[in-house]
């Protein structure tokens, strides 16, 4: 079983040198990686110590980041920290569910991923 992390200890590690996020509700010390980061260590710095999953998302990573960030994976986040509806749903559209969809916006294509440039 995974060790459950509380936001409240990923907030204690939001510093260059001891940098930890949350994405998808996993938790990764991605400290060693700020360096090697194609997107720059500015990027890692603003979401360190909280859940950067929208901007995760909102860049587009590709399969490859998202293998990257599994070497950094330390845990999951705790039960209790969980938000009930997470701001970026990965889950199936209304379309592919067959439910309909009362919203007249246009979905956009996300912004490429920083390991693709």
């Not at 459950?4 to 949350?22: F, G, M, P, Q, R």
């Not at 705790?78 to 889950?91: E, N």
Request: glycine share 6%; aromatic share 6%; hydrophobic share 30%.
């Amino acid at each position: 079983m995974a060790k459950e992390i509380s936001l409240a200890t990923v907030k204690e590690h939001n510093k260059s040198d001891d940098l930890w996020i949350v994405i998808e509700n996993k938790v990764y010390d991605v400290t060693k990686f700020r360096s090697e980061h194609p997107g720059g260590e500015d990027t890692l710095d603003d979401v360190a110590g909280r859940d950067g999953t929208k901007e995760f998302i909102e860049v587009g990573h590709s399969l490859e980041a998202r293998e990257i960030l599994k070497k950094f994976y330390i845990g999951d986040l705790a039960a209790a920290d969980i938000k009930k509806k997470s701001p970026v749903s990965t889950s199936a559209t209304p379309t592919e569910t067959g439910e309909g969809s009362s919203s007249n916006a246009l979905p956009t294509a996300p912004k490429q991923c920083c390991i693709l440039h």
